[in-house]
């Protein structure tokens, strides 16, 4: 008697193949590039949270050329800082071509205040000081501190934000914000 054999059946290596395929895929969802970015938004000077402040994150597209590559925008997402100061973005989908895709770059903006000290909010969620730019001196105000990612953002897209962002504020009973620069 000869044993029947099902039509259906994979050859063992191209059954490995596929398998490894879909385990690298199924690992590549973890990749912290897209998040989710958690964090804290607080006063550096009291330590107090502060509501209402903006956490933006901007994905960068690689772009190669024969002479030199050059950053296009890609996507943007933000989030508003609750009554504790705490915000998410949430994870955004991994695209199928993502490995021109730059890590995220932050940036986070509240009216009155500039960015003082950042503790990483990609890999795990961090702490945001912000210092009121009344209290800085002069030198203080120009240290460099790595924002204004919110410019390489297009204008339409700026705009789409604002009008999430403004919402929410909205909801918390805050003014509107006029820019991702947290001009009230």
């Known amino acids: 008697m000869t044993a029947v054999r099902s039509p259906w059946r994979l050859p063992l290596p191209l059954a490995a193949g596929l398998l490894l395929l879909a385990a690298a895929a199924a690992a590549g969802d973890y990749d912290p590039t897209w998040g ?11 330590g107090q949270p502060i509501p209402g402040a903006v956490a933006i994150v901007v994905w960068l597209q690689n772009l ?41 770059r932050f940036d986070y903006t509240a009216p009155g205040y500039v960015v003082w000290n950042v503790e990483e909010v990609w890999r795990r969620p961090g702490r945001v000081e912000m210092k009121r730019a009344s209290s800085l001196s002069e030198q203080e105000r120009f240290r460099p501190r790595g924002t204004g990612r919110a410019g390489l953002i297009p204008l339409e897209d700026q705009q789409r934000l604002l009008e999430s962002v403004n919402a929410e504020r909205d909801r918390m009973g805050l003014l509107p914000l006029t820019s991702l620069r947290g001009e009230p």
Not at 36 to 46: K, L, S, Y
Not at 66 to 87: I, Q
């Open 36 to 46: 989710p970015f958690r964090g804290r938004i607080v006063d550096a000077d009291t």
């Open 64 to 104: 190669p050329s024969p002479v030199h590559g050059r950053l296009t925008y890609f996507d943007a997402r933000a989030a508003v800082a609750g009554p504790d100061g705490t915000f998410e973005i949430p994870r955004r989908s991994r695209p199928f071509w993502s490995a021109r895709i730059d890590p995220p």
